[in-house]
């Protein structure tokens, strides 16, 4: 489904269907999960976070500290069920160029091969140099993937998943 730039409630709407969908779909479960529309011709990002870390942004070259972070809200499914209140659903408008990184707490908190935590430091510092030697985020993310992996000698305590996605304007 593409949004449409001249509705400015649309990416919101769309968010809400789709915690309705997930509601019905499973209604005894809980999931956690960020729920994200990214409007192509305009850059605007739409998403809401149910119980993960806060997504990363990533512009000219360096993390914008706290600029996707929001309050997260409760994860999906049953609990959530009782509660009336809607669901925040934030908006921000991408800058070309900018990338976005959605990641699970299993990244952060996976261990290193001496037995450390990867980290948030270690995580952002990874993608900030991938950034800047100008890699593909495809390519960064597989590195960050393996360099997790190595540490935790293939066998991670926690789920580690990873979404990156880049905006640019269409036709640059």
Known sequence: MEADAADP???????????????????MDIRT????????????????NCGHPPPLLIRAG???????????????????RFGEEARDVHEIALEP???????????TESRTAGGGEFGMDRFADSIIRA????EL???ALRRLIHSILDGEGSDLRDDATLLGLGWSPPGT
Do not use: K, N
């Open 9 to 27: 409630g649309f990416g919101e709407q769309f968010l809400e269907d789709m915690l309705a969908q997930a509601h019905e779909a499973t209604p």
């Open 97 to 107: 160029g900018d990338r976005v990184l959605l990641y699970t707490d299993g990244v």
């Open 131 to 134: 950034t800047a030697a100008g």
């Open 62 to 80: 360096h993390v914008l500290e706290g600029a996707l972070e929001r309050q997260a809200q409760p994860p999906m499914g049953l609990p959530a």
């Open 137 to 139: 985020a495809a390519e």
């Open 33 to 48: 999960g960020i729920l994200t529309q990214l409007d192509l011709a305009s850059g605007v990002l739409t998403w809401c």
